[in-house]
């Protein structure tokens, strides 16, 4: 078993900011399209009240207002109205909503309005310009059911709807806490991060020889991104566990910090 095949992921698989796999299936052609419809069907509603309203506003102004108040129109309701609600509500638009999906970035963290925004303007061209035709078909060939939009944003839709269950974190091992505490570490790339996880999570089930080889494999590309090297004589697993959990609790405590920081901000404000 060679380290390539080890970190590869499954079709189903998703990847956590802290780089953990998750078997959370994506979703099917038919709840998109009945989300999309959903979305659809409310979007030109909206598009229908605001050119009526635009248009009324702008009855007794220049033609040029009027062509000004169209563009803004199809701007807003096209593109800044789901891109806002999206990025708002976690990558959630109505229709998701609805039918218990959700719009994530590839590594399955919460999508930016840069990216509901990239899906929302090619969304405008795939869905609306040539009436979902290239959405039906990308999603269709897609083992991850995206539209052309997810390939330029960087993400998919998965199904909200799903108890995970996760293997437990790899424990800290006592005899290296105290280096791990007082080590520099940066984080490890997703990859990495993904087949050290692997790498921990079955090492029952893996034969000796390829445990060693993959133990050493990992504890060398991890070596780089930590300082400095742990005690003589640390076993490549013991190593490798030491890092993740300290990872894992850098990143729990600086997460409390920014939630510390926000509460003082909005109690101060």
Partial sequence: MSLPEFATLTTDDLVTGEAVALDLPPAGLGMRIASGLIDILITLIVFAAAVFIFVTAALQTSGALLHAAQIATLVTVFLIFPATLETMTGGKSIGKLACGLRTVRDDAGPITFQHAFVRALIGFVEIYAFTGVPAFFSSLLSSRGKRLGDYAAGTYVVRDRVRLRLSPPPAMPPHLAAWARSADMAALPTGLMIAVRQFLARLPTID?????????????????????????GTTPEAYLSAVIASR?????ARLERESQLRRRLTSSG
């Fill in 208 to 232: 000796p020889g390829s445990r060693a080889n993959l133990g050493a494999q990992l504890a060398e590309q991890a070596a780089k991104y930590v300082a400095p090297p742990p005690p003589p």
């Fill in 248 to 252: 894992r609790e850098r990143d729990q």
